[in-house]
């Protein structure tokens, strides 16, 4: 028995729904534990394509059970969406998923006042995902956030949710000057218990549901959201998200204590993307960076935009695996560097008075003028796409999947070379 975190160890989309969905084959339950529908997770399973953005990547596995943790903020109107999607893809989410009761609820005025917040910082976007994900963090921590425990069709309730758009309300009006309509109280709370109701089946207190499944012996498998350099705390401040992405969040977002936990995978693409703004040293604005997106098909799952792409950087990796305490790395996209002569690795950086650093300064200004200091490896120049056993890699991929072990001091056990599920390397199990 095995309980392993999976997470990105960059700045998101490192292919984290597609190696859930694969280990769910061995996990009786799925914990996601931070984050909202900012998140994208795509599974490629035959011809069907899921992208899933609350929902657990382990749902399309008939035995297993998918659990939103209590460090969730949830769009109710998102999850019912994605819940009747799923159903008409074929997968009844009925029975197998559980939604923490202790979840906050993403309330339609922090998507306006995400919007709002954005417009009004000049020259310092975050390029958030629009989903209202920090300020339904704010409220949540601020204490006036709402939990789907405190649901119900009263007076009282009724009250409070009509404070909190009024409140709102006046922030968006003169505060932010926001010009658009404000909200409507009565339609907000008439909406909100509706969303109540629907969604009530789903809802149980997840950390009794978790705790019996271990004393069941079942495997859990906790899949975050992001990565780590969108880590409230140890991510690019402020081009960060809201939520602890790392492995700690696991255990105070899925209501689990760390003595529980075995293993942590962090989830790496063999090079490096970023959608949004925020520092990003070995970024590519040539012709190698195009080719990466065109050959890695690098656009955002949940908002479409183009994603930013670079080079590997193992100094990114090194925190990652400290702050984390990653026992495993799972490289994926290798074969998207296929059509490579050359191929590079940074391993530290320099700043403008020469000074050198083999970790991303804290200094948001200091992280901006960070030149990456390289290592160039020879490119493989033939096809792994699909590839299932190590040994049929060409010799220069192992190569590099072996100088990234080299470098970072950790084995990879996986390795991707495909979307669809059976397009990967399993050098040594996870459970
Ligand atoms: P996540 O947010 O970490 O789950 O990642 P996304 O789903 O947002 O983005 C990863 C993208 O890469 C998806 O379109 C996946 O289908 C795709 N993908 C995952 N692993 C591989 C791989 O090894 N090779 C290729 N070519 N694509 C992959
Ligand atoms: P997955 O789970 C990549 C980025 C946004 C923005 C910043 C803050 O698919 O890897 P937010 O809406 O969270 O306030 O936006 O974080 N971001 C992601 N980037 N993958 C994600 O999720 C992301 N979720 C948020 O682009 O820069
Ligand atoms: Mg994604």
């Avoid at 074929?90 to 306006?112: E, Q, T, V, W």
């Avoid at 969303?195 to 149980?204: A, D, I, M, Q, R």
């Amino acid at each position: 028995m095995s309980n392993v975190i999976v997470l990105g160890s960059q700045w998101g989309d490192e292919g984290k729904g597609k190696i859930v969905d694969l280990l769910s084959e061995q996990a009786g339950t799925i914990i996601r534990f931070q984050g909202g529908n900012n998140a994208g997770h795509t599974v490629m399973v035959g011809d069907k394509t899921y992208i899933l953005h609350l929902v657990p990547s382990g749902i399309l596995h008939d035995d297993t059970k998918s659990v939103i943790g209590n460090g969730l903020v949830v769009d109710p109107k998102a999850l019912l969406k994605e819940i009747n999607d799923l159903k008409s893809m074929g997968i009844d989410c009925r029975g197998k998923l559980f939604i923490s009761d202790a979840a906050n609820l993403i309330m339609p005025y922090h998507k306006l006042l995400d919007g709002a917040r954005e417009a009004r910082r000049k020259g310092t976007k975050i390029g958030t995902t629009g989903r209202g994900i920090g300020p339904a963090y704010e409220d949540k921590v601020a204490r006036t956030g709402i939990r789907f425990a405190d649901i119900e069709d009263t007076p009282a309730f009724k009250e409070k949710v009509d404070l909190l758009v009024n409140d709102k309300n006046l922030i968006l009006k003169h505060v932010l000057e926001h010009s658009g309509p404000l909200l409507d109280s009565d339609q907000v709370y008439r909406e909100l218990i509706g969303f109540g109701k629907e969604l009530s089946p789903f809802v149980c207190d997840t950390s009794e549901l978790v705790a019996e499944e271990l004393k069941q012996g079942q495997n859990l498998l906790f899949e975050g959201a992001q990565g780590t350099f969108l880590d409230i705390d140890h991510g690019t401040y402020p081009f960060v998200t809201s939520s602890n992405t790392v492995a700690g969040g696991a255990c105070s977002g899925g209501g689990i204590g760390p003595t529980q936990i075995d293993r942590v995978a962090g989830i790496t693409k063999a090079y490096t993307t970023r959608v949004g703004e925020g520092p990003f040293p070995t970024e590519l604005f040539d012709e190698t960076g195009e080719l990466l997106a065109k050959e890695g098909h690098e656009f955002g799952a949940t908002t479409g935009r183009p994603r930013r792409c670079g080079w590997f950087d193992a100094c990114l990796l090194k925190k990652a695996i400290r702050v984390n305490g990653i026992t495993d790395l799972v490289v994926t996209k290798l074969d998207v560097l296929d059509k490579l002569e050359t191929i590079k690795i940074c391993t530290s950086y320099q700043d403008k008075a020469g000074n050198s650093y083999d970790s991303l300064p804290s200094k948001q200004s200091l992280q901006k003028e960070l030149t990456p200091v390289y290592e160039e490896v020879a490119g493989w120049k033939s096809r792994t796409s699909g590839i299932t056993a190590y040994d049929e890699l060409p010799e220069q991929a192992r190569k590099y999947i072996e100088r990234l072990e080299k470098i970072l001091g950790v084995p990879a056990c996986i390795v991707s070379t495909g979307p669809k599920r059976d397009e990967t390397i399993i050098r040594k199990s996870l459970f």
